[in-house]
């Protein structure tokens, strides 16, 4: 699959104008407005994806090329869909692909759907029994729904990635790869100084599919130490 630069959809193409309609407050036409210009969701929708964030995976994977065919890979919190279509495509024929989440996911070739919170000790115990060995990748795009609090929804989303690391530090196979969403500033202190004892190399990036605005960002750990 070519890599997405996200430079050549929407140039030369008019902006779609969004109306004030009855029971439409402005913050919900603002965000149509943004949907209808974004040129990564009109790209997500032409290619099936069912999100615009399938285009940070592969951004992320033309980066650090860890999705390789014959890989094992958990897509933890997958919810619509979008990062297991991408990882599927890429391990294909060989690999499998995992996912879990909280919300029903509609089935996708290829992949094996849970369903299930993975903080909960019963659905981590499936999500093992479901892997039956060792993963290569482990896949984190998990957030919490944001409250408008930057701090609050921060130290959030830092829970959900601890947990998603803990899980990858219990079933990744030596020299795997971790990926996982952060705010702000990323993982720092002891978090960072404990994922630098545990893999080779630790990367922060924000994909260029990532909304200027937006601030999130993802680490990139490869080279996992048992």
Do not use: C
């Not at 050549?8 to 407005?33: F, I, N, Q, Y």
């Not at 979008?82 to 690999?95: H, K, L």
């Not at 990926?179 to 190399?201: E, M, N, P, S, T």
Request: charged share 30%; no cysteine.
């Amino acid at each position: 699959m070519k890599q997405h630069s996200g430079r050549s959809s929407g140039r030369g193409e008019k902006r779609a104008r969004v109306k004030s309609a009855k029971g439409r407050d402005a913050s919900s036409t603002r965000w149509l407005a943004r949907q209808l210009n974004d040129p990564y969701v009109r790209e997500a929708k032409a290619k099936g994806y069912r999100s615009r964030a399938a285009f940070k995976l592969i951004e992320l994977d033309g980066k650090f090329q860890f999705l390789r065919n014959g890989a094992t890979v958990l897509d933890l919190g997958a919810a619509p869909g979008g990062w297991s279509q991408v990882a599927t495509e890429r391990v294909a024929p060989r690999g499998r692909v995992i996912a879990i989440d909280l919300l029903e996911i509609a089935p996708i070739a290829g992949v094996e759907i849970l369903e299930g919170d993975l903080r909960e000790a019963e659905a981590a115990r499936r999500l093992e029994a479901t892997l039956g060995g060792k993963a290569d990748v482990v896949l984190s795009d998990m957030a919490a729904p944001t409250t408008g609090h930057r701090a609050t929804d921060h130290l959030r989303t830092v829970a959900l990635f601890e947990a998603a690391l803990d899980f990858g530090e219990r079933v990744l196979k030596p020299g795997g790869t971790f990926v996982g969403k952060v705010f702000q500033g990323g993982a720092a202190g002891d978090l960072l100084a404990r994922i630098k004892q545990r893999f080779r190399d630790v990367r922060h990036v924000k994909p260029p599919a990532s909304r200027a605005e937006s601030v999130e960002l993802y680490l990139v750990a490869t080279g996992f130490r048992e």
